[in-house]
């Protein structure tokens, strides 16, 4: 049995330490490098033309009896690549191209029992890149308290949200700085880069599970996280 979670992120993935693995958009002009730090954390950053998007973050996800943010060991990676169109009923473009090259990494947990496995999947598109969680064996029982994924940016963007604690969804966006951001902001979330770029952080496919909100943390006196 097969239980999957996925997030999609307009952003770029790497990880820090250790054997790198990189993946790229099928125009090279994004890149995902991934890897997992000395104590076993996935981590991934991100760039596009070479540029920094985000900084080194980490992954991972806090279950009820197990923590799958550490000692976390990558027993196999695979690579895929996939390239077709679809046509939707509605919206502002009728063909949409689905082409994304991707990697997978599969996990043991070293204080965990062998009941499941993680598959951290990344795929990478021309504008933007997506991970996924997807929970591999006996999984009937899995409780998730929480997700551990960090967005570190390389730059202090301006941020569109919906204040959390509004009364209803559709509520008026507010624009701040991310460091100046210090309650829970409800996704999605539109940053705006000091070179004019967007980026827009969102979700999918949320079955069976709770929707995602973002809070900032305080990375150092001038710096903040997602």
């Given at each position: 049995m097969k239980k999957s979670l996925?997030?999609?992120?307009?952003?770029?993935a790497f990880f820090s330490c250790q054997r790198n693995y990189l993946l790229e958009s099928p125009d090279s002009r994004i890149e995902v490098n991934v890897t997992v730090s000395t104590d076993g954390q996935p981590q991934f950053s991100v760039r596009k033309d070479l540029q920094p998007v985000l900084n080194t973050s980490s992954l991972g996800l806090q279950l009820w009896e197990?923590?799958?943010?550490?000692?976390?060991?990558?027993?196999?990676?695979?690579?895929?690549?996939?390239?077709?169109?679809?046509?939707?009923?509605?919206?502002q473009q009728t063909v949409v191209e689905n082409r994304y090259n991707e990697i997978a990494l599969r996990f043991k947990n070293k204080n965990a029992d062998n009941k499941h496995q993680l598959v951290i999947r990344f795929r990478c598109f021309?504008?933007?890149?997506?991970?996924?969680?997807?929970?591999?064996g006996d999984n009937d029982s899995l409780q998730i308290l929480d997700e551990k994924n960090t967005y570190r940016f390389s730059q202090d963007p301006q941020i569109w949200s919906i204040p959390y604690n509004a009364l209803y969804y559709e509520a008026l966006w507010e624009?701040?700085?991310l460091t100046q951001i210090s309650d829970?902001?409800?996704?999605?979330?539109?940053?705006e880069m000091a070179d004019g770029s967007y980026i827009c952080m969102h979700e999918a496919n949320l079955t069976d599970y709770g929707a995602q909100n973002f809070f900032t943390?305080?990375?150092?006196?001038?710096?903040?996280e997602i």
């Amino acid at each position: 049995m097969k239980k999957s979670l996925f997030f999609a992120v307009l952003a770029f993935a790497f990880f820090s330490c250790q054997r790198n693995y990189l993946l790229e958009s099928p125009d090279s002009r994004i890149e995902v490098n991934v890897t997992v730090s000395t104590d076993g954390q996935p981590q991934f950053s991100v760039r596009k033309d070479l540029q920094p998007v985000l900084n080194t973050s980490s992954l991972g996800l806090q279950l009820w009896e197990e923590d799958w943010t550490r000692s976390l060991v990558l027993k196999e990676v695979t690579r895929s690549s996939h390239n077709e169109t679809w046509t939707q009923v509605w919206g502002q473009q009728t063909v949409v191209e689905n082409r994304y090259n991707e990697i997978a990494l599969r996990f043991k947990n070293k204080n965990a029992d062998n009941k499941h496995q993680l598959v951290i999947r990344f795929r990478c598109f021309n504008d933007g890149v997506a991970f996924r969680y997807e929970f591999l064996g006996d999984n009937d029982s899995l409780q998730i308290l929480d997700e551990k994924n960090t967005y570190r940016f390389s730059q202090d963007p301006q941020i569109w949200s919906i204040p959390y604690n509004a009364l209803y969804y559709e509520a008026l966006w507010e624009k701040r700085t991310l460091t100046q951001i210090s309650d829970t902001m409800s996704s999605p979330i539109t940053l705006e880069m000091a070179d004019g770029s967007y980026i827009c952080m969102h979700e999918a496919n949320l079955t069976d599970y709770g929707a995602q909100n973002f809070f900032t943390d305080t990375v150092s006196n001038r710096q903040k996280e997602i």
